[in-house]
């Protein structure tokens, strides 16, 4: 019995490596998408500082500031009791 050499093909492996460096892509990119979209929807979380030192709430409020309705789907800041709002209300 004769033992036969087998050729391997390299369009196998390049396929295969053409397809693995496009899913590297594609997660590569999905990662920087969803990190650019975080930092700028959550853009308050990172840089906004209150005056009291601390970092505002997930609306953007600081202490003793309510989130309320300004109308026209606005919501704003507004202290307890008072008409300072940010942004302010026309």
Same mark, same amino acid.
């Given at each position: 019995? +004769?033992?036969?050499? %087998? +050729?391997?093909?390299? +369009? ?9 460096? %496009? ?34 709430? +997930? ?6 500031? %309510? ?24």
């Amino acid at each position: 019995m +004769k033992m036969e050499r %087998i +050729k391997r093909s390299n +369009k196998n492996t390049t396929n295969t490596r053409f397809v693995f460096w %496009i899913v590297v892509a594609f997660l590569f990119g999905a990662l920087v998408g969803y990190s650019a979209h975080y930092g700028v929807v959550n853009w308050h979380g990172f840089f906004a500082v209150c005056q009291d030192g601390n970092r505002p709430d +997930k609306n953007g409020c600081c202490a003793g500031e %309510i989130y309320t309705d300004a109308g026209d789907g606005w919501m704003v800041c507004c202290p307890d009791g008072g008409d300072n709002c940010f942004p302010p209300i026309k």
